[in-house]
Nanobody
Framework: QVQPVESGGGLVETGGSLRLSCKAS????????MGWNRQAPGKQRELIAT???????NYADSVKGRFTISRDNAKNTVYLQMNGLKPEDTGVYYC?????????WGQGTLVTVSS
């Protein structure tokens, strides 16, 4: 089992920045990729960014050019640098870990962008 724990959410004004962190613990030797999901109020959860063990990244169109995912493999930690935040970025951000036995998600961290 893998247990991800997120941190770094909060309230920010439009155009501001936040950095989210997620540290994975447990059976981390089987991790293949890490990423971030977002669930906006009244909407389904969507995958917005992923990064593989080798550092290959992928982004949803809605965050491309504004968000950057990075990873410290030695610390089993993934980061999401969010710049140019918009009110529509408001939501709960969940860390996702893809590993040998399946997927695991953290409890989520709330990001609120005020207009």
């Amino acid at each position: 089992q893998v247990q991800p724990v997120e941190s770094g959410g909060g309230l920010v004004e439009t155009g501001g920045s936040l950095r989210l962190s997620c540290k994975a613990s447990g059976s981390v030797f089987g991790i293949n990729a890490m990423g971030w999901n977002r669930q906006a109020p009244g909407k389904q959860r969507e995958l917005i960014a992923t990064i593989t063990n080798g550092g290959m990244t992928n982004y949803a169109d809605s965050v491309k050019g504004r968000f950057t995912i990075s990873r410290d493999n030695a610390k089993n930690t993934v980061y999401l640098q969010m710049n140019g935040l918009k009110p529509e970025d408001t939501g709960v951000y969940y860390c996702e870990v893809q590993y040998s036995l399946g997927r695991a998600w953290g409890q989520g961290t709330l990001v609120t962008v005020s207009s």
